[in-house]
């Protein structure tokens, strides 16, 4: 397959520390130029292109943005790289403009306009909790783009549903044994935070502007809070996502994106294909954002951080008093 090749090199760049944001950004430009070139010389030659679309455009893009999301969530110390990466990207490229995809003219500027491949990469990595779960060889799993179809990860979370109840407190925050095994789920632990933080720069400022993920993931992991305690306890059996893990990632989702997060006004309609407004709690407003429901979280952390909640482990603490802090200077 003549995309293959470009992916590889892309692979290897971004994983290399030696190369600046706008070189990769070069790099993962030239490499989708290349592919384009040989797709579209061997759909003429073997006189088999499909409709109008640019020959072997949206298969790279697609692996191409999973891999550059499982890279920059491996290091905390550099997701400001890869935000400045994508900044590269949309701002220096616009010469590819007689490429077609989905029927429409390209523009790297926008990753809006590319959310088939974006938006289901982001899907990819959003939903699979597999990034942080090792191996019977004690290495954790990983995404190889070019060995996985998009959806693999969350089937191949299924079969991890039987590790040990041990590891629970390792994701949610506790110190891990001085093992392969629980150096891996603590590895695993901060990628899936790093995920969190990456998605959430990138929304806050402005990247893409799918509000969907922001609200997903305050509403489904914070506003159970307000419920009784039998409802938001972690219980033995949850030791794939512990409650603290998703309490941290719905508060640093507040803590990053919070400014745009109270600004917005997207509500979601009762013929939406999802409902990422919907209530986890007592909210009875809106299915989406809202000024009162601003004011709910602010509540909710308030009633964690003074105690009301029971007993947490310091680093959910520590957090929640980051977050409220954050959410006081909106």
């Not at 491949?117 to 779960?133: Q, R």
């Amino acid at each position: 397959m003549p995309v293959r090749q470009s992916i590889e090199l892309v692979g290897k760049a971004l994983h290399d520390k030696t190369l600046s944001p706008k070189t990769l950004a070069f790099k993962m430009v030239v490499q989708c130029r290349r592919a384009v070139q040989l797709a579209t010389a061997e759909a003429i030659t073997s006189g088999r292109r499909d409709g109008v679309d640019t020959p072997g455009l949206e298969w790279y893009l697609v692996y191409m943005w999973l891999m550059f999301l499982y890279a920059a969530e491996e290091d905390a110390s550099r997701l400001d790289f890869f935000v400045d990466v994508l900044v590269a990207v949309r701002s220096r490229y616009n010469e590819d403009t007689e490429w077609i995809f989905r029927g429409q003219p390209f523009d790297w500027s926008n990753l809006d306009d590319q959310w088939p491949c974006w938006g289901l990469a982001i899907a990819e990595v959003m939903h699979t909790t597999a990034c942080y779960i090792p191996d019977a060889d004690n290495s954790e799993v990983r995404s190889h783009a070019l060995q996985h179809r998009p959806g693999a990860l969350r089937r191949r979370r299924r079969l991890h549903l039987s590790v040990r109840c041990e590891t629970g407190p390792i994701l949610a925050g506790d110190p891990p044994p001085d093992t392969p095994e629980g150096r891996g789920w603590a590895r695993g632990r901060a990628r899936w935070l790093n995920r969190h933080m990456f998605h959430a720069r990138l929304w806050a400022l402005g990247i893409y502007a799918d509000p969907d993920w922001a609200m997903m993931t305050v509403a489904g992991h914070l506003e159970s809070l307000a419920l009784p305690e039998d409802v938001w306890r972690s219980k033995p059996d949850d030791v794939i996502v512990p409650r603290e893990l998703d309490m941290e990632a719905g508060m640093i989702w507040l803590r990053v994106a919070g400014a745009r997060m109270f600004m917005c006004r997207k509500v979601w309609g009762r013929d939406s294909k999802i409902d990422p407004g919907r209530s986890r709690g007592t909210w009875k407003g809106v299915a989406g954002y809202h000024p009162d429901r601003w004011a709910h979280w602010k509540d909710i952390l308030r009633a964690l951080v003074e105690g009301e909640k029971g007993e947490w482990r310091p680093n959910v603490m520590e957090a929640a008093k980051v977050s409220i802090a954050s959410l006081r200077c909106v």
